[in-house]
T-cell receptor
Framework: DQQVKQNSPSLSVQEGRISILNCDYTNSMFDYFLWYKKYPAEGPTFLIS?????DKNEDGRFTVFLNKSAKHLSLHIVPSQPGDSAVYFCAASASSYGKLTFGQGTILTVHP | SAVISQKPSRDICQRGTSLTIQCQVDSQVTMMFWYRQQPGQSLTLIAT?????????ESGFVIDKFPISRPNLTFSTLTVSNMSPEDSSIYLC?????????????FGPGTRLTVT
């Protein structure tokens, strides 16, 4: 049972344009959501998070939007840079236990 | 920010043997976790490493196969026992600090294990 889904295996965008990565979840107990970026041969790097009491969180070029009614979140990267090329994972957590449930990841390629 | 290291970074092992992976953090942490990423798959939590007591395992993972130790607030080990080719994965430790929020986890670089 895949509780966190990233339906797009890959996304390709031009440098300077917006990248939008999507994530859906099924477990209504999830109350905290995170995005991670992963380069080959490295561990995931924490990017940005959002609590379920908010619908938007912004940090520099990265903005995460949460639509609880649709059980959907998205990560916007503006403007996209070639260095953003990586695998992006969304993750969700229920309560303060700390267990993260990850999506399958989306490979983002930003072309110069 | 804290430095999280893992040893070994990669290994090739024969089936039936065991490998112990170390995770070291340069500052005290609240919680430590072990994840597995099988080829082409997402990250899956194996267990939460509890200091001074038995780890808490997720469904599908058992202590006999993945014994875990956490003797202090900066160090943990994961052993992959009696390995088979299906154990070929990247194994990652992650940590969190209560003051940063229990949800935000920070990952080590991973250990790439290949079982032949």
């Amino acid at each position: 049972d895949q509780q966190v889904k990233q339906n797009s295996p890959s996304l390709s965008v031009q440098e300077g344009r917006i990248s939008i990565l999507n994530c859906d979840y099924t477990n209504s107990m999830f109350d905290y959501f995170l995005w991670y970026k992963k380069y080959p041969a490295e561990g995931p790097t924490f990017l940005i998070s959002i609590s379920s009491i908010k619908d938007k969180n912004e940090d520099g070029r990265f903005t995460v939007f949460l639509n609880k009614s649709a059980k959907h979140l998205s990560l916007h990267i503006v403007p996209s840079q070639p260095g953003d090329s990586a695998v992006y994972f969304c993750a969700a957590s229920a309560s303060s236990y700390g267990k993260l449930t990850f999506g399958q990841g989306t490979i983002l390629t930003v072309h110069p | 920010s804290a430095v999280i290291s893992q040893k070994p970074s990669r290994d090739i092992c024969q089936r039936g043997t065991s490998l112990t992976i170390q995770c070291q953090v340069d500052s005290q942490v609240t919680m430590m976790f072990w994840y597995r990423q099988q080829p082409g798959q997402s990250l899956t939590l194996i267990a939460t490493a509890n200091q001074g007591s038995e780890a808490t395992y997720e469904s599908g993972f058992v202590i006999d196969k993945f014994p875990i130790s956490r003797p202090n607030l900066t160090f943990s080990t994961l052993t992959v026992s009696n390995m088979s080719p299906e154990d070929s994965s990247i194994y990652l430790c992650s940590v969190s600090w209560l003051e940063k929020g229990p949800h935000e986890q920070y990952f080590g670089p991973g250990t790439r294990l290949t079982v032949t």
